[in-house]
């Protein structure tokens, strides 16, 4: 019988085992399927599936272990991959009924460079269709339950990795992010999400490949594993105009921060964004007790300008792009949210995005003033307690009607607007006992430090019964019997779409 507790060590401290020859990485992953196979039932994280694939895969990892062969960054560690990358040999979907067959016939830049560091891919993790907003549910797989509350949503659009991670069903996820997609998951089931600067971390699925809204990156359940997945993906590479060389692995090490000298600015809305009444309490609790322990703490007042008509435009340029082909073919085989997005930007002319890129300019200038004073801008991740994913999105707070499906997201999406690199993470609960996410943003293209920074505060909450990383009821979870499959759609999928099936070996979990 495999080892349950093997599933709940760190990402690092597993990789640190397998090396020493302590762990073989067929135990390792023998005990993720397993832990798979008990919880994800209740979540529905991981979707389509190649267990019989990642033995082979882990088989040959413990061969050269033993071997004393080169062994790469995350060699023998399972992994799961968002089901926006393409994976060769398994079913991508997007969450899109389209997509239900589809089966690349190779795996795309990000997902080959984990292979390459020695990572299995042992499965698909939940998406919403197409990645449109942050409630990971589809016609094709259902939803992704909360791991706190399965009746509640888990985020997203990395809302599969992020549940995964939570329950220690993988000890590493892929994820990505254009309006909040790694942060809000994240910040939802009480895991990290790392946005990078723009072309730090290669993206080869982005049509605008001159876009920095959106970007690739790590999850992890805390820092060290979320920067030991960053240090196997990021450096440059030529499908991704905005990539740049790193050097020697920048990562290897990070800064060692003292938080006694941190000066810290914060917001609870950044000016602009709605925020429920009982998450901004909880917010200014927890900066009251990070404030002791850092030099200066200060609330700022930033110009965040016209950002949310700039993003509007800006991400509906994206959807347009992507969608264009299958919107003409049949705009009733997109589901509400991308058909929404799809259609503003149609409606859009040359005047609005000129307006957009313009005003994006002026607001990251604005913002990277902010760091002549600060080290880090704190805030909310995310604007409200999560709420059912019978609900396809927020739409009020406060008992304020918010003016689109996405608008709830402005806590992150103006921070994707400046460029900054941002983390989310765990500090305690909030009024509901849901996990509460903290956003940590850094200065411009300043990676490293934040991460150091983001390392220094993760100690700092470990030690406090407030702030420190809340864990799910796996106990209770299992006892849980919410269909999360059976889901009331908005978008009937179109008739005669064959059954998703998982394929190289492993059943559709």
């Known amino acids: 019988m495999p080892d349950h507790s093997i599933v709940e060590k760190s990402a690092v401290a597993l990789r640190a085992l397998i090396g020493a020859r302590q762990l073989s990485p067929v135990e390792l992953l023998d005990a993720c399927i397993s832990r798979i196979e008990d919880i994800n039932p209740r979540v529905n994280a991981v979707t389509a599936t190649c267990f019989e694939r990642a033995r082979d895969e882990a088989r040959r990892a413990e061969q050269a272990v033993m071997a004393g062969a080169p062994l790469g960054l995350l060699h023998g560690l399972p992994i799961g991959i968002k089901d926006l990358e393409e994976t060769e040999g398994l079913l991508t979907t997007y969450g899109s009924a389209i997509y239900r067959s589809n089966i690349p016939a190779r795996d795309n830049v990000l997902v080959a460079r984990l292979r390459r560091a020695g990572a299995i891919v042992a499965g698909k993790t939940n998406v919403p269709e197409m990645g449109a907003g942050a409630n990971s549910r589809n016609t094709v797989w259902g939803a992704t339950g909360n791991p706190f509350n399965p009746l509640l949503n888990a985020g997203g659009s990395s809302g599969g990795s992020a549940a995964a991670l939570a329950c220690d069903l993988l000890p590493l996820c892929s994820g990505s992010d254009t309006g909040g997609s790694l942060r809000i998951p994240a910040a939802k089931c009480g895991v990290v999400g790392f946005r990078p600067s723009p072309g730090l971390v290669p993206s080869e699925r982005k049509l605008l490949g001159w876009t920095p809204i959106s970007v690739v990156g ?3 359940r805390d820092v060290a594993d979320t920067v030991l997945q960053l240090r196997a993906s990021a450096g440059m590479d030529s499908s991704d105009p905005l990539s740049y060389p790193l050097g020697d692995d920048p990562f290897a090490t990070l800064p060692d921060i003292d938080l006694s000298q941190l000066r810290i600015g914060y917001t609870e809305d950044f000016g602009v964004c709605d925020v429920d009444n009982d998450i901004r309490a909880v917010f200014r609790k927890k900066i009251a007790a990070i404030r002791p322990h850092v030099k200066t703490c200060e609330q700022i007042d930033v110009d965040m300008g016209e950002a949310h008509r700039c993003f509007d435009v800006i991400r509906a340029e994206s959807f347009f792009t992507g969608f264009d082909a299958a919107y003409r073919r049949d705009p009733s085989s997109l589901g509400p949210n991308t058909r929404a997005n799809y259609e503003l ?19 990251f200038r604005r913002f990277q003033a902010q760091f002549s004073r600060f080290d880090l801008i704190l805030s909310p991740t995310t604007p409200v307690s999560p709420f059912p994913w019978s609900q396809l ?55 490293r430090h934040l991460l150091g920074c983001a390392a220094a505060l993760e100690n700092l909450f470990d030690g406090s019964d407030e702030l420190r990383r809340p864990r799910p009821d796996l106990q209770q979870l299992r006892r849980s019997e919410v269909d999360l499959k059976s889901i009331v759609t908005d ?19």
């Not at 765990?426 to 956003?439: E, I, S, W, Y």
């Not at 978008?491 to 979990?509: E, H, I, K, L």
Request: net charge negative; with cysteine.
């Open 491 to 509: 978008s009937p999928q179109p008739a005669g779409a064959p059954a998703p099936t998982a394929v190289a070996g492993g059943p559709a979990v």
């Open 393 to 447: 999105y927020l739409k009020e707070i406060n008992g304020v009607e918010l003016e689109n499906y996405y608008r709830w997201l402005a806590l992150t999406y103006v921070v994707t607007l400046a460029t900054n690199p941002s983390i989310s993470l765990p500090c305690g609960t909030d009024h509901r006992q849901m996990p509460f996410g903290l956003q940590v943003t850094g200065a411009f293209r300043a990676d």
């Open 345 to 363: 930007g149609a409606a859009m002319k040359l005047a609005d995005t000129a307006w957009a890129h313009s005003e994006q300019t002026r607001i």
């Open 218 to 220: 790590p999850m992890g």
